[in-house]
């Protein structure tokens, strides 16, 4: 049974998260079916040496890329950005995914650099869109808020706003969820579909059993949120249809862990022995505390770039 432990439930995504609240007009241009939303707290992310250092060995391609572009148009990442909120959602032609950047932006200072550039704008909805590096386009939803992405995406995320297609704010089954995790230092949330992929992900071979099948339909949503004010502090929770769901679900992740330790370092091991597993009223719940030295030595050990690569 592989990687069924805590961090393939937390990393399954390919997004190390750092958030905050969800600012009104982040949540007026996530489409409706979104399928995951990420919040990426920069300022309080640099409070925490393992929150850093999470950040530095686990930053995927597609964050990169982000920042990147957000580079080229002049925004120093450190300095100017708040936070980064990242949208994933369905669309006809698949899954799309939009960047929402806040912070104290130098708005004027960026678009002269842009039209130095021979850059031009073009309308979306009435919204001037400008191209970034790597094929993306951003614009402006106020003096401190930027939406990029691919241009797609943005499309979908302005109708969205203009009211050509529903928004975030009418999908109570997110929205429920967000209201409960919003105040973490880090948090995320998914749709039914979401937690099914990341369930998958987390069950390892256990999740090519006829049971799972079944099981998987019952799962219908999951949040997590992460604090780093005294160590390392996560709580999982996969919302299922029932109890008897939760309870199976906790009990397979039991024994997929204690397989695990069988052959895992000592700080794998103890990473484990800080990790609770139960059910609670329909809920399967995950939650992992250990110090900052314990965790930063987790980040190095193979078990750890086993489950996360």
């Known amino acids: 049974m592989k990687r069924v432990t805590l961090f393939a439930c937390l990393f399954f995504t390919g997004f190390p998260v750092f958030a905050a609240p969800l600012a009104t007009n982040a949540r007026a241009v996530i489409p409706f079916q979104v399928q995951q939303i990420i919040n990426v707290d920069y300022r309080r992310m640099?409070?925490?040496d393992s929150a850093m250092q999470m950040k530095a060995k686990l930053?995927?391609?597609?964050m990169k890329q982000f920042e990147d572009a957000l580079k080229n148009v002049g925004i120093s990442v450190d300095k100017d950005i708040d936070q980064i909120t990242l949208a994933a959602f369905r669309t006809k032609t698949g899954l799309q995914t939009v960047g929402i950047a806040q912070g104290i932006f130098a708005r004027k200072k960026i678009l002269l650099r842009i039209r130095k550039q021979g850059v031009k704008a073009k309308k979306l909805n009435n919204s001037f869109v400008y191209p970034m590096s790597g094929?993306?386009?951003?614009?402006f939803l106020d003096e401190n808020t930027?939406?990029?992405?691919?241009?797609?995406?943005?499309q979908a995320s302005l109708n969205a706003r203009d009211d050509s297609s529903e928004s975030l704010n009418a999908n109570s089954n997110i929205t429920d969820m967000i209201s409960s995790v919003d105040t973490g230092t880090l948090w995320s949330v998914l749709d039914a579909e979401g937690t099914q992929t990341m369930m998958k992900g987390a069950l390892g071979t256990a999740s090519s059993l006829a049971e799972f099948d079944d099981i998987k339909k019952r799962l219908t949503g999951?949040?997590?949120?992460?604090?780093?004010?005294?160590?390392?502090?996560?709580?999982l929770n996969v919302v299922t249809s029932d109890t008897m769901t939760a309870a199976t679900?906790?009990?397979v992740l039991k024994a997929g862990m204690m397989y695990r330790k069988m052959n895992a370092t000592p700080s794998e091991k103890t990473a484990i022995d800080d990790t609770n597993v139960d059910s609670d009223a329909g809920k399967l719940v995950v939650h992992?505390?250990?110090d900052d030295k314990s965790f930063q030595s987790l980040l190095d050990s193979p078990m750890f770039a086993a489950v996360t690569r």
């Open 46 to 48: 640099k409070n925490s």
């Open 146 to 154: 930027m939406l990029f992405g691919d241009q797609p995406a943005v």
């Open 249 to 251: 679900l906790a009990s």
């Open 222 to 235: 999951s949040r997590y949120t992460v604090d780093f004010d005294h160590g390392v502090d996560f709580n």
């Open 288 to 290: 992992f505390k250990a």
């Open 59 to 62: 930053t995927p391609p597609n």
């Open 135 to 139: 094929g993306m386009v951003m614009t």
